[in-house]
Structure formats: C-alpha cells, structure tokens
C-alpha cells in the first residue's frame, strides 16, 4: 500500500443534500424525561411551542400524523434512536453538532424553550450552520454496543486490579508484576494471611472480569467475520485486530461519506488544531474531535506500530523518524501522528479493497538506486 497515494482511490462525495425550504420547521431541544418542541412557519413565525415526553409514544403522536417537515435536534444520547423514529414518519431530519451549537451552550438566555428556537432557525436558514452528523443504522449500533459493552469491562477490571496492588504496597507487599487479564488468587499465595483475605474478593472479580471480556471478544470476532467481511481487509496492518477493525467499520460507517481518506484522520480528532493569525502559526494540541474510543483504540494500534513487536513497515519506519528528531515529546507526537496515518490508512483499504504492502514505498524508492 502506497502510503504517499493513499488518496488516487478516494472516493468523491457529494456530502448530505437537502431538499427545497418545507413549508415548516421544527427545532426539538432533547431533555432525558421531556424535550421542547418549537414549529416555525414557512415565514419564520412560531406557530406552535410545546413539551413533549421523550418517549417512542409521545414523539410518535406529535410527529406521526404531521405533514413533512424539516426538525432540527442537538446530538445526545437519545438523539439516534429520535432521529431515526423521525425519518420513520418522513421529516428531513438534521442532528445539529454539539460543538457548533455555541448560539445555544454559551446563550446568556439559556432556556430550553429559547433552544428549541434557536434550533429551528438555523435549521431553517442554512442546515450547513449546524455541521450536522449522521447516526449510524439500528444494527450496527448494537453491535456497537457490545464493544462498548467490553470498554466499560475492561475499564472496571483496570481499576480493580489497580486497587488490590495499591492495597498490597500499603501493607509493605507486592502482586506479581503482569497484565490484569493475568491476575487471579492464585498470585495472593504468599501475601501474609490478613491481606490474603481483603484481596481475595478483588481478585476473584478481575477472573471474573477477565471471562466476561473474553466472552465479548468472541461476540466481536464472530460479528466480524460473518457480518462485516471488510474488517478483513483492515486487518492486514499489523496492530489491527478484530476490535479495531470493527469499531472502525462500525463507527464510520459508510465510508463514502468521506471524499478523501484524510479526512478519516480528522474526523477522529486527530488533526492538530489551527489558531493561525498573520504571521503566527502556533503547534497546537489535536482537536480530539469525533469518537474517542476509536481514538483510543487506533493510538493503541500506533504504540503497537511503534513498538518492539512491531515488524518493519513504512508506518512505522515513518514514525521512528518522527520520534527521533529529538524535540520535547517527540515520542508522544509520533505516536498520534502514526495513530492518525493508520485511520487514513484503514480507510483507503476499505475503500480500494487493494492488498496492503508493508514495504510499498521503500521497494519503489530502492528500485531507482539499484538502477
């Protein structure tokens, strides 16, 4: 794979199309127990601004029997399955991006009411004002769920494991140096008897832990296998596994909906922010934009790239470098940007379907020098 044209195979495009002005506009502001609903009509006028609960019956009784509309609601947790349920009943719905919605978080007149409002007019406006995102299909967010279901094992495990060794170090004591999956009762066998007996249960519960994750990481390889056969393509970069591979697969989920593979790399955030004025051009931060599982997950992938069990490619001869040109946190910053050529990477097979060359670039630079 051709690291440096990674982009010749992009696809183009032409990002969400919205159709002529309806006759109305509905902004919704999304609270857990109810949410406001405000109906502009085709002239800007509220028509009509009530409380509706967020529930599947009482959504259902509103919007069902409306005539076609355009409804404008702020991303959440409920957001997905409402935006879906309105598309079910014919609206054109658009899930407004929380981090462009500073007309509403940073309002000196914060009020669910006025937000519902404000929703409603930018979506009337100009739908672009509010960066919308798109909510992945029922099915694969449930099979997100299990991975996110595995997350939140993982992480309890972590702080357990974590706890048992804080306790043994108190008591003048150490557990065996390996990782949490590796931890059970078996190790407390040398533990004086009254740190043996608080630091059972812990352990038990972190083998307990370990078998749940475990059962999930069956659920995911078999999902990726039967369900989702382009995780096989992505796998063919060392450090991409079945988890990576399917959260990528399931988080972007068309990938159409980028006209550049680059733009995989910034959708997760992992594009440095820009604060450019005149002449200044300060380094700055990434914006950590996007799902930061993924994120996660693919700078994981990049400690793996950069690390000893790492075999040679042009990744991570590319991240070597960058990690050796000695400035402060060198290390660090070759780390995110390895994380972020593997997302665009990862896209670029997905799209093309070519099988991946480890060596690509440095095959075609050695051919003109042995020439």
Known sequence: MNMKKQNKHSIDSKGPQWGPMPARTVGVDIGDKHSWCCTLDEHGEVINLARVATSKKALGKKFETMEPCRIGLEVGTHSPWISRLLESFG?????????????????????????????????RADPRLLRPIRHRGEEAQADLMVIRGRAVLVGARTKVANAARGLAKAAGERLPHCA?????????????TPLRTAL???LKQVRSLTEQIRAYDKKIAEAAKSKYPETKLLKQVSGVGDLIALTFVLTIDDPKRFRRSRDAGCYVGLRPRRSNSGQDEPELPITKEGDGYLRVLLVQGAHYVLGWRGPDTDLRRWGLKLAERGRKNAKKRAVVAVARKLAVLLHQLWVSGEVYEPLR??????KPAAA
């Open 180 to 192: 949490a999956e590796a931890l059970g009762p078996e190790h407390l066998a040398e533990l004086p």
């Open 200 to 202: 059972e249960p812990l």
């Open 91 to 123: 609206h054109e719905v658009i899930v407004a991006n929380a981090r462009e919605m500073k007309a509403i978080s940073q309002s000196s007149r914060k009020d669910d009411r006025v937000d519902a409002e404000t929703l409603a007019r930018l979506a």
């Open 361 to 366: 670039n440095s095959r075609a630079k050695a």
